[in-house]
């Protein structure tokens, strides 16, 4: 790591899309600053896979923010509703029917606005860095339906950062580089992703993806971020290392 | 309140612009959820006025979420750096000069991206709820030179808003009302900030302004906060009610 680098912020969760993202940022040239949320997430496993995919990949630190996303709970993911699994019967679909039929699209285990929570706390990050370069691993194609993965999204995000923030604001007065949110997996399949990851020496065994591990953080198999991770392995014809240490 | 008035979310800090903003939002018709944030803010009194203040103007319910800005540092009202007061010597000055010369037009009670990060907590909030009404109280005039309360930064909010969420995505494909944040008071001085204020029955004497109060929550008198609720006061012609009690 070169201490000309510039400084980026890059949105890490343990999971192997943030790892590839990771890999990439440090790849592009730039010093990565790693940043997880303790959120009150059910797979706090997935911090210590951060923090291990941080050391892995080089970050020059990675933070952890507490917030407390649980405070306003409506997400599979933050424990107020089971999480939803392939294959199962009654259980699963009445926690589907706690939604109102227009919602049925997005699933529960859709956190709300957490991906516009997540980048506002890396813009907060990036201004006290001095840095204008956030990185986020969010996808639109195997993406779980999560309207804040979009093109849209982080398109409309970077515009309202560069509005919202002392450096985004005296940047465009003097000509400098604008904030920046990097998306580089948006168009990418799971498989791409993971192809993309071992090109620039991702370890898979270090990610963590399930929504619902149990105790030991072994993970469901069955949640359907079990279920896309599982599939982008097989359709890139590969095994996943971290189903070898389970 | 009526069972039938539609839900909003009121950022709440518990000084006299959120406060004002609260009464407005009530008096617009809506059963109004008052959200405040511990933050590592120095003034932790004005979560004590936000409370008093959310009961005095009828809030439905009052959440404070703990948020970890400290985390970053990079502001004088998280205890990195020393509030400015006015008519100070060098050690006032000093502070100031912890910042490169380009970024003195922003003062050091600048906190990175918080309208934004609070912001994306309140739609968070407001999803959950299923409201699409959001209030903040920042405003452009007396505002400090904040670059999170100007328009420009509230509209581009809005439009991510209505592209991050669930509820904006939806009702954007069924031709129902989209997130809307409003901002009442971004084109008024403190003046008329207060004046609206009193004339929708808000006792300014539960409000809280001080960024640096003493142990005992008496208000500094110094900083800027202090010093733009004074001239508001003396502006409109009528004495401060906070005082009184101090």
Do not use: W
Not at 100 to 107: E, G, L, T
Not at 199 to 227: I, M, W
């Amino acid at each position: 790591m070169s201490a000309a680098a510039r400084p980026a912020v890059v949105l890490l969760s343990g999971g192997l899309d943030s790892a590839t993202t990771l890999a990439q940022a440090r790849d592009d040239g730039y010093s990565c600053y790693a940043l997880s949320f303790d959120y009150g997430q059910r797979h706090k496993f997935e911090l210590q896979a951060a923090a291990a995919v941080a050391d892995h990949l080089g970050a020059v630190e990675h933070r952890v923010a507490t917030i407390d996303l649980r405070a306003f709970g409506g997400s599979a993911l933050t424990g107020d509703i089971d999480v939803p699994k392939q294959n199962e019967g009654a259980a699963g679909e009445t926690s589907q029917l706690e939604r109102p039929a227009s919602h049925s699209d997005i699933p529960v285990t859709y956190v709300p606005a957490r991906n516009t929570i997540f980048l506002s706390f890396a813009l907060g990050f990036a201004e006290v860095l001095d840095a204008t370069d956030i990185f986020i691993g969010v996808n639109a194609v195997d993406y779980s339906g999560y309207p804040d993965c979009r093109p849209a999204f982080v398109g409309a995000f970077e515009k309202m950062a560069n509005l919202a923030t002392r450096i985004g604001v005296e940047h465009a007065a003097n000509n400098q580089p604008a904030i920046r949110i990097h998306a580089p997996l948006i168009h990418m399949t799971k498989a791409e992703i993971i192809q993309r990851g071992l090109a620039l020496g991702v370890n898979f065994g270090l990610t963590h993806s399930c929504y619902d591990p149990d105790p030991s953080g072994r993970p469901c198999n069955r949640c359907d971020s079990c279920t896309l991770r599982a599939a982008g392995f097989h359709q890139a014809g590969l095994d996943d290392p971290a189903m070898a240490s389970v």
